[in-house]
């Protein structure tokens, strides 16, 4: 292995050591259950529920709409309640079921509600990984059926799996990686066999010699997989960035990892199929990280998918007196959670409370052309550059110089000592950008 | 829970310490020693030059700069910078124009910080260098007591300063050129020679700077490509020509290049953004102080090389961009 990393990026504090060593424990259940039916990417599941019907642990509450699409399950077994738009974590407002959970059931859930996966055909396989409601738990919430069925004008010879973990504070599949090795073997033995693929790759990074060691402990003996650690940098987690740092080999810009013959998938994903065909239980709930220095009693928790944020933290005592931003997700490209009513979702790595310390200043200078984003740019972009382009809203020229490959990993604002919100100005660029382009096609 | 503090802002949510501010201040305060040093050689006038400068910038921009411009520091550099640029005799209503000079139309005028695109120190010189040839040009010889001034600093604005009990002796480049003597190389690296006010010991210079590249504040590549250039095209040159051209290491060592390479031609501002335009950039401004000094009518000519290249900083971006990610293989495939 000549790889083991990428050029330039950034280090963030990693802040880790506040969750790292704490085992993962279960949450109870909360009072209400909160289901957005959108919760991957993709098109939103289609509801099958109304108020007033009773639903099991595990129960569908809404169904896939089409093949890029996965159903919602219910997280615990109660009565809806409503149906209505309410709060979604990522600021906006969604149509979400309701759940007032049922206090005094057992939460069984009603048996094998996903086939066993012995005797699958690759076809079954990933079709109760869909029925499962599998999505990519690395944060973009990615279905993961259409990972496991790559498009047949490509060969895929090596599955990586991304067990980098880059952002600061998250330390959901670090946990994991310790805690359930097995589960993750398992996931990639499903993946390789679908895929049809022999050979695997996990990607660690070396601040988690503990995961490596339970990762070699618990590898078959039967599979080709190999624990590749990988430099501690942001972002090494990123799709690209990993498959660089394993095979070598970039992918080509505006192209999909599968050009180049790999396949990516997330620790947790890997888990959560392993789990999904092991207790005949479809993904309703999911690893969370709840941290950070403005939060009180940090924890590792089993979270049913749709408990409100708020019950959450209440559940970790709540916050410090100097808690000034709910994130959702990682510090660096993680979503500033604006109601707290929103509820957990599939794709909720963490829940990092930051402090009035941490927060970005208000103040911003000039760009002084110091080069720093030039050198932290982890896809060589020119980030000053962009930023000048953007404030005078010339997109069409940011696209030339390349716009499409940032990919908003906030590298460039994390170094930039004016202060310039250089990723926030992408951001909003490729919104103005593709407006320009609906525009100009119709 | 009291959740009524609670902001939202857009990720990323943590920033690096470092912030431009803390940047500027620090480079202004690694020229201390420097400052230190001239102190040493040349007494209270050096001193007096450097705050004669730097009044005239941080008033400058205060009047025309942005709100709480001042605060960033970037005019306290330029002032510095400007003071140590000068001879330590000039009368000090000059370094003060200067400095007005300068950050008028140096830096203001372009629309402050960030924005222009010549060294505004080395414009601020420039436009001394031609309202006021004499003064700027007369050199007083290191040493004597250190309260005895090296020139006339306090003349009145526009009447003829009285230079009649300093001594004065040329600098080592102008040594070279006009009278064919060189200084040894020992001398030049102490410092012990006549010169600007900071344009003296290179041994402070080359500290203070490698102290600002350690701690990142500093791009090491222009000034070591600087240095490079000037001592391989100055070895050469002199291998062709010896009575004209000294060696390299004697231009190295020399003149402003010291204060230009570690200090000038790093201000962020102004040169190239990318690692590889700085190697551009450094490369020309060194041929060019060569040429200048070995070809040109005057001794010295790292001021202009610098002014020179920073108006080439703009073009070497747009040919030193750096290959994007995953389009190497694009562009062979086409």
């Known amino acids: 292995m000549a790889f083991f990393g990428f050029a330039h990026g950034v280090h963030p504090p990693e802040e880790k050591e506040l969750t790292s060593g704490l085992p993962i424990r279960r949450m109870p259940y909360p009072d209400e259950i909160i289901l957005p039916l959108r919760q991957h990417a993709g098109k939103p599941a289609t509801l099958c529920v109304k108020v007033g019907d009773r639903v099991e642990r595990g129960d569908p509450v809404g169904h896939a709409d089409g093949y890029m699409s996965v159903p919602i399950h219910a997280s615990a077994a109660g009565t809806v309640t409503a149906i209505e738009l309410w709060p979604h974590p990522d600021g906006s407002m969604a149509q979400s079921v309701h759940i007032k959970v049922d206090k005094y059931a057992l939460q069984m859930p009603r048996p094998r509600l996903v ?17 499962a409601g599998v999505v990519g738990l690395g944060g973009a919430a990615f279905p993961t059926h259409v990972k496991l069925a790559p498009p047949k004008d490509h060969t895929v010879h090596t599955l990586i799996v991304n067990g980098a973990e880059c952002e600061p504070y998250l330390t959901s599949d670090h946990r994991t990686m310790v805690e359930y090795p097995e589960r993750v073997h398992f996931g990639c033995r499903v993946m390789m066999h679908t895929l049809g693929v022999s050979k695997a790759v996990i990607g660690v990074e070396k601040n988690k010699p503990d995961a490596i060691a339970a990762l070699e402990r618990a590898k078959p003996k039967d599979l080709d997989i190999t624990i590749l650690p990988l430099t501690v940098k942001y972002p090494q987690g990123a799709e690209k960035m990993l498959i660089h740092a394993v095979t070598g080999v970039e992918v080509p810009s505006g192209k999909l990892p599968v050009t180049v013959g790999v396949v990516v998938q997330n620790v947790g994903s890997l888990a959560a199929i392993a789990e999904v065909f092991d207790t005949g239980l479809p993904l309703i709930e999911r690893i969370v990280t709840v941290t950070g220095h403005g939060l009180k009693r940090p924890a590792n928790l089993i979270v049913p998918v749709g408990t409100k944020l708020k019950d959450l933290l209440a559940y970790c005592d709540g916050v410090t007196p100097n808690a000034r931003e709910v994130i959702n997700g990682g510090p660096m490209m993680g979503m500033a959670v604006s109601n707290l009513d929103a509820p957990v979702i599939k794709g909720t790595t963490g829940i990092v409370v930051l402090t009035s310390d941490e927060v970005r200043g208000e103040t911003v200078y000039p760009c002084i052309h110091c080069g720093r984003c030039l050198e932290a740019c982890p896809v060589f972009l020119n980030p ?59 | 829970m009291n959740a009524t503090n609670l902001i939202v802002t857009a990720s990323p949510h943590l920033k690096d310490r470092d912030t431009t501010p803390r940047i500027m201040w620090t480079v202004a305060a690694s020229l201390v020693p420097v400052i230190l040093a001239s102190a040493f050689f040349f007494g209270v006038s050096s001193i007096l030059v450097i705050l004669a400068s730097t009044a005239g910038c941080l008033l400058t921009e205060r009047w025309l700069g942005r709100k709480d411009a001042l605060r960033d520091g970037s005019a306290m550099i330029t002032g510095l910078l400007l003071g140590l640029s000068l001879p330590p005799g000039i009368p000090m209503w000059m370094a003060a124009l200067g400095g007005f000079f300068g950050i008028a139309f140096g830096k203001a005028i372009w629309g402050g910080l960030g924005q222009n695109g010549f060294n505004p120190a080395l414009i601020g010189r420039a436009f001394l260098q031609t309202a006021f040839p004499v003064a700027i040009t007369t050199w007083p010889t290191p040493g004597g007591d250190f309260f005895a001034l090296k020139g006339d600093l306090f003349a009145f604005p526009f009447m003829s ?15 070279f050129k006009f009278e064919q003597k060189l200084t040894p190389i020992v001398d030049l690296v102490l410092g012990t020679t006549g010169g600007s006010v900071g344009e003296t010991s290179a041994v402070v210079i080359l500290l203070c700077g490698a102290y600002l590249a350690w701690k990142g504040y500093l791009n090491w590549r222009s000034p070591v490509s600087i240095i490079l250039s000037v001592l391989v095209l100055g070895q050469f040159l002199h291998f062709i020509n010896p009575a004209r051209a000294a060696g390299g290491l004697f231009h190295v060592f020399s003149g402003g290049l010291m204060l230009g390479a570690v200090y000038m031609a790093t201000d962020m501002v102004t040169v190239p953004t990318t690692n590889r335009g700085r190697w551009v950039f450094g490369g020309c401004v060194g041929a060019l102080v060569v040429v ?9 000519g790292v001021m202009y090389a610098i002014l020179i290249m920073n108006a080439f900083t703009p073009l070497i971006n747009r040919a030193t961009q750096p290959t994007v990610f995953g389009t190497v293989k694009l562009k062979e495939a086409k």
């Open chain 1, 115 to 131: 086939p066993r996966w012995e005797g699958l055909t690759v076809e079954q396989v990933v079709k109760a990984v869909q029925e």
């Open chain 1, 384 to 442: 000053s550059w962009l930023g000048d382009l953007a404030r005078v809203r010339r997109y069409q020229d940011m696209a030339d110089e390349h716009l499409s490959d940032c990919m908003l990993c906030g590298s460039c604002s994390y170094v930039c000592p004016s202060n310039i919100p250089l990723s926030q100005l992408f951001q909003a660029s490729k919104v103005a950008l593709r407006r320009i382009q609906i525009a100009g096609a119709a």
């Open chain 2, 161 to 175: 300063p009285q230079i009649t009990h300093v001594v004065t002796s040329a600098t080592p480049l102008g040594l």
């Open chain 2, 292 to 300: 200048i000094r070995v070809y040109g009518g005057l001794p010295e």
